[in-house]
């Protein structure tokens, strides 16, 4: 079965660029999603196409996806961007995710 | 605004069948070209895709529950459902239902879930 691998946390301080990676065999083969989740909160699409935001998503969030690996980047983090990150992709009309990323602004 | 709620029993016991409603919001579940899925996130965990059936009734699962996972839809009340038969401890979590958005660059076509509910907590226990 198709797998999505991305490091279990980041850390970043508040202002600068946090990258989160996703590995997967020929993923840029493939389109990738981002989804952030805050605790208690339900997932919410950051990024779609491998690099469109959906109406709302502020533009200090990008994404792109080439090779085996898909990236999301967080400009000019800020606090309210700590939470969990989770990079998806279909693969033979099943949806599969990565483990998730903590990302900590600190 | 589209909006997605589920509903249904919060304890399963073990064997028995998990059976959740979503019920959505604001439009038509058969406007427009979507697929409706269910996924689930165990506490402390990532999320896992169940899987997901468009308005005309074709359903896509994960292999890993396909031989326990039966998910429906009616359009009339515009909700769609999900059951997860013998069911374990292993099967506890937050269970969410989201709205696929389907998108074409060509001959390919992409999906992304745009629209989540806010999940409900199932736990199977005795």
């Known amino acids: 079965s198709y797998e999505l691998t991305q490091p279990p946390s980041v850390s970043v301080s508040p202002g600068q660029t946090a990258s989160i990676t996703c590995s997967g065999d020929?993923?840029?083969?493939?389109?990738a999603c981002w989804y952030q989740q805050t605790p208690g909160q339900s997932p919410v699409l950051v990024i779609y196409q491998d690099s469109k935001r959906p109406s709302g998503i502020p533009e200090r969030f990008s994404g792109s996806n080439s090779g085996n690996t898909a990236t999301l980047t967080i400009s000019g983090t800020q606090a309210m961007d700590e939470g969990d990150y989770y990079c998806q992709a279909w693969d033979s009309s099943t949806a599969v995710f990565g483990g998730g990323t903590k990302l900590t602004v600190l | 605004q589209v909006q997605l709620q589920e509903s249904g029993p919060g304890l399963v016991k073990p064997s028995q069948t998990l059976s959740l409603t979503c019920t959505v919001s604001?439009?038509?579940?058969?406007?427009?070209?979507?697929?409706w899925s269910w996924l689930r996130q165990p506490a402390g965990k990532g999320l896992e895709w169940i899987g997901r059936i468009s308005t005309s009734g074709s359903t896509n699962y994960n292999p890993s529950l396909k031989s326990r996972v039966t998910i429906s839809v009616d359009t009339s009340k515009n909700q769609f459902s999900l059951k997860l038969s013998s069911v374990t401890a292993a099967d506890t979590a937050v269970y969410y239902c989201?709205?696929?958005?389907?998108?074409?660059?060509?001959?390919?076509?992409?999906?992304?879930?745009?629209?989540w509910g806010k999940g409900t907590t199932v736990t199977v226990s005795s």
């Open positions: 020929e993923l840029g083969d493939k389109y």
């Open positions: 604001g439009a038509s579940i058969s406007s427009g070209t979507y697929y």
């Open positions: 989201a709205r696929s958005t389907v998108g074409a660059n060509g001959s390919y076509y992409y999906y992304y879930m745009d629209v």
